[in-house]
């Protein structure tokens, strides 16, 4: 496990030989992430990604939560997913479940919160409970099928723009028509998402 | 000296104006810079678009891209969702969709949605706003604001209960409780089918406005208990015809031939619209006093009122056809006709200042009891909260058409009296449905028949129930 803690990684980084040019540039996000400049941050992590960095695409978009920016973070989080399919870290998955959380997707929220409490210790894992707990107090049966109305229509309206944000769209939608009596809208939601989340739709943005 | 060193200081705060160190830095790289510069540029994220300017230049100051970048993300771009916001503020609807038409695309367009909506809603478009507000309540940040104009569309629909629940949600955002509990409250009346319920306790002084000099053997001081029962029918919501029922039953403590037993049946359309509403309203109202048929009045009633900006313009008129029953009162049948004007301001605070004028043309059967009666109103509320305090002054003006043939002996030819009219209440809402009411009113007349002077306090307490059952 790598925790996701910038002033480590930022150690580890420097004390290692010459790694490839990406790094030095996780190295300066990790510091303004630390030292909560978090646009510079985004910037450093960017770059490094650029220069072919899989992991900066995690901490970037962690960086777009820590900036209030909760549905680029979700989007950036489906996209690092595809290059690298997992996070590795349990503090990553808990940022996931935080964007997915402020974007109102609390099924994907509790999803990684869920994973990310089946590794946490024992500081974090009663937090993580915590807030699935509160999730599932949340979700109120009569708020299930107009939510599900909601992020159907917002991921049709971003699947050719975004299709990334659109799946997260679709994923929720589908997750809550399982949760539905009368499976609102299961058929399309999970055709959807299907599609969002094929290989032909990733390439897409 | 100290001006100087602030000014450095902030000018090092500021990524546009600061310094930028050179030799930072591979210079290879500040072209990726740049198109990271780019890209968080169009994704509407300009602080951090600065800090990739910068660390291009720092790594190669001759970029001319990074440099037209920089400049490009540091210019004084107006903030279309600003823009939008101001032309709200601004009562301009239209001109805030024009401003919020650039504004999608740059990050969370949830607060544009919001926007949007809320013009549209104002609009009367709220096929459209809908879409825009459900959007908007997806987000935290605009979840509460947007359940408050939802409502607002619900209530103007006749959606009571929609209307309730979305206030109820609204309520949770500091700013937004005092309206939303209002709201709740209206929303509570709004519905297929309405019914209330008011009890009262009143205590006239001079329940027949006996004049002052007046033996003491006329009805003068008297309390009595009330009821009225109303259930108000909309089939197709609002806008939309209803029909109206009431009963009325109120018992004198001690003048019981002053009992009263009334009933009315009317039938309306309100007309609401985004900046104001219509209503027109045929009514038949019956009493009796004393079990014994007083009054039947045919009443026509069209009113109006327009918001614009801070202004509220209103207009009333009616017209009652009224017949009294009794053989002694049967002079004073005829037509009654009353039209107000008035202009509201609305400054904030929950404060409504109102100023009108009234007119009232009763002509009778008989010319010594016809009259024009006109004068002018002031009214001042404040809400806050479940609270809501008003008073109303009024002066009227009414000269009879012929002199009364009862003061013959009177050096005076026609009666002409100044009534001088104040009321002022206290309103508690107590949760969506119930209210509790205090009020005191005062009527002094002023006569050039100074045996007709008169004055009456009465003081009314009441409870009241309001709820949509359908």
């Known amino acids: 496990m790598n925790p996701f803690r910038p002033a480590m990684l930022a150690l580890l980084l420097a004390a290692a030989p010459a790694g490839p040019p990406s790094e030095a540039h996780l190295v300066a996000g990790a510091d303004a992430f630390r030292s909560e400049a978090y646009e510079k941050a985004l910037v450093e992590f960017r770059v490094a990604e ?139 939601a999970t055709a959807l998402a299907g599609r969002l989340g094929s290989p032909v739709t990733k390439g897409a943005r | 000296m100290t001006g100087a060193l602030l000014g450095l200081l902030v000018a090092a705060a500021d990524p546009c104006t600061a310094p930028i160190p050179p030799g930072g830095g591979d210079p290879h790289e500040a072209q990726i810079y740049v198109q990271v510069g780019d890209a968080e540029r169009a994704r509407g994220n300009v602080g951090a678009a600065r800090e990739a300017y910068r660390a291009a230049l720092a790594r190669d100051p001759r970029s001319a891209d990074a440099r037209r970048g920089l400049a490009a993300a540091c210019a004084p771009e107006a903030d279309p969702v600003q823009a939008g916001a101001d032309a709200l503020e601004a009562g301009d609807p239209e001109d805030a969709l024009r401003a919020l038409a650039n504004a999608r695309g740059r990050g969370n367009d949830r607060p544009v949605d919001l926007l949007e909506g809320i013009a549209r809603y104002q609009l009367g478009q709220d096929t459209l706003a809908i879409p825009l507000l459900e959007s908007a309540r997806g987000d935290p940040a605009t979840a509460e604001s947007a359940s408050f104009f939802l409502g607002l569309i619900a209530l103007r629909r006749g959606d009571g209960d929609r209307a309730s629940r979305l206030f109820d949600q609204a309520g949770r955002a500091i700013g937004l409780e005092d309206a939303a509990r209002q709201l ?14 008011l009890t009262e306790l009143v205590y006239d002084t001079n329940v027949a406005l006996r004049p002052d000099g007046a033996p003491t053997t006329l009805p003068g001081p008297d309390g009595s208990v009330g009821l009225t029962l109303q259930g108000l029918v909309r089939p197709w919501g609002t806008p939309g015809p209803y029909l109206r029922v009431e009963g009325q039953l109120s018992k004198q403590l001690t003048l019981s031939q002053l009992d009263l037993l009334g009933g009315a049946v009317a039938l309306g359309f309100r007309l609401p619209g985004p900046t104001g509403s219509l209503t027109g309203e045929y009514a038949y109202n019956y009493q009796a006093l004393d079990g014994r048929g007083y009054l039947a009045d045919h009443r026509v009633f069209l009113g109006g009122s327009l918001l614009t900006g801070r202004f509220l ?77 008003g008073t109303r002054g009024a002066i009227a003006w009414r000269g009879y058409l012929a002199p009364d043939p009862n003061y013959a002996d009177t050096s005076y030819t026609t009666r002409e009296d100044t009534r001088y009219l104040a009321t002022t209440w206290v309103d508690v809402g107590l949760g969506a449905r119930w209210s509790v009411r205090g009020t005191v009113r005062f009527l002094r007349v002023s006569s050039n028949v ?4 008169a004055t009456e306090w009465v003081f009314i307490g009441s409870v009241a129930w309001t709820g949509a059952v359908l």
């Open chain 1, 50 to 188: 650029a220069l072919g960095s899989a992991e900066a695409s995690w901490y970037a978009a962690a960086t777009l939560l820590k900036l209030g920016r909760a549905e680029e973070a979700v989007e950036a989080f489906t996209l690092a997913e595809r290059r690298r399919a997992a996070a590795g870290d349990a503090l990553l998955e808990v940022y996931r479940g935080q964007a997915c959380y402020a974007a109102q997707l609390l099924l994907c929220a509790d999803r990684w919160f869920a994973s990310a409490e089946s590794r946490a210790g024992p500081r974090l894992a009663p937090q993580l409970r915590a807030l699935r707990n509160a999730i599932r107090d949340a979700l109120r049966p009569e708020q299930i099928e107009p939510a599900i109305d909601r992020f159907l229509d917002r991921a049709s309206a971003l699947q050719r723009s975004r299709p990334a944000l659109a799946l997260a769209f679709a994923e929720e939608a589908a997750a809550l028509a399982t949760r539905s009596s009368g499976r609102h809208r299961q058929d399309e």
């Open chain 2, 184 to 197: 709740t409250r209206m929303a509570q009346q709004e519905g297929h089918l309405v019914l209330s319920a």
């Open chain 2, 450 to 453: 100074p045996d007709l002077n």
């Open chain 2, 313 to 389: 313009w209103g207009a009333a008129y009616a017209a009652h056809f009224e017949t009294y029953r009794w053989e002694a009162l049967s002079d004073q049948s005829g037509v009654r006709q009353v039209l107000e004007l008035d202009a509201g301001l609305l400054p904030g605070g929950g404060v409504r200042l109102t100023a009108g004028y009234a007119g009232t043309w009763d002509a009778t059967r008989v010319d010594p009891l016809s009259y024009l009666e006109h004068g002018p109103i002031v009214e001042l509320v404040w809400s806050s909260g479940p609270l809501t305090v």
